[in-house]
């Protein structure tokens, strides 16, 4: 089982629409999550970060749910802007490292 | 706002070249990182450092080295570059005490070795 798996996509969505992505984690003792943004060709731009309780940024919102090892990023009212690529980050150890997972990649559409 | 910069933003270079690839942040963090990213595999970290002269390996650090000498800039060595090493060479750093592990990434290095 890879350490950090995503979806790759692409989700090709209608401008409006609501659409999801999920992240798994193998690694039960990580305590840091972050979903990253990345346009073609540019590099990841940190979205947010992902806390216990989830937290939410305008149309983004970001979960965690630790009993099955997965974070999730949800965006409402898609934007042609929001086309790129996601990538979820997933702290690994006491070394501040982080392992990112391959992203899924978002497509919206007219 | 966190910078991160690296030296160049495309370069291309003959097989059996030294290569250097250079970062810097103005942010005073303690870590730093060297990741390469290609189509399919992701992220892959090559090295990191905690700290001024010390360093990590990382997942594939084969064909590779690095240098700390600053806090502020970590340096990524291809001892002798080799076409497999084609790719696109991404900085990081992370480390300001509330947000330790963020990492904020340079605008990348896409280097070509013919």
């Known amino acids: 089982r890879k350490e950090v798996e995503q979806d790759p996509g692409p989700f090709n969505v209608p401008e409006g629409a609501t659409v999801a992505f999920n992240c798994t984690y193998s690694n039960s003792a990580s305590q840091s999550f972050f979903w990253y943004r990345q346009d073609c060709r540019k590099e990841p731009k940190l979205l947010m970060s992902v806390y216990s309780s989830g937290n939410e940024d305008g149309r983004f919102t970001a979960q965690l749910n630790r009993a099955s090892q997965y974070i999730s990023l949800l965006i409402r009212d898609s934007k042609l802007s929001d086309s790129a690529t996601y990538l979820c980050a997933v702290n690994w150890d006491s070394s501040y490292k982080l392992i990112f997972g391959s992203g899924t990649r978002l497509l919206v559409r007219p | ?114």
Request: proline residues 3%.
């Open chain 2, 1 to 114: 706002d966190v910078k991160v910069t690296q030296s160049s933003r495309y370069l291309v270079k003959r097989t059996g070249e030294k290569v250097f690839l250079e970062c810097v942040q103005d942010m005073d963090h303690e870590n730093m990182f060297w990741y390469r990213q290609d189509p399919g595999l992701g992220l892959r970290l090559i090295y990191f450092s905690y700290d001024v002269k010390m360093k990590e390996k990382g997942d594939i650090p084969e064909g590779y080295s690095v240098s700390r000498e600053k806090k502020e800039r970590f340096s990524l060595i291809l001892e002798s570059a080799s076409t497999n090493q084609t790719s696109m060479y991404l900085c990081a750093s992370s480390g300001l005490a509330e947000t330790t592990d963020t990492q904020y990434f340079g605008p990348g290095t896409r280097l070509t070795v013919l």
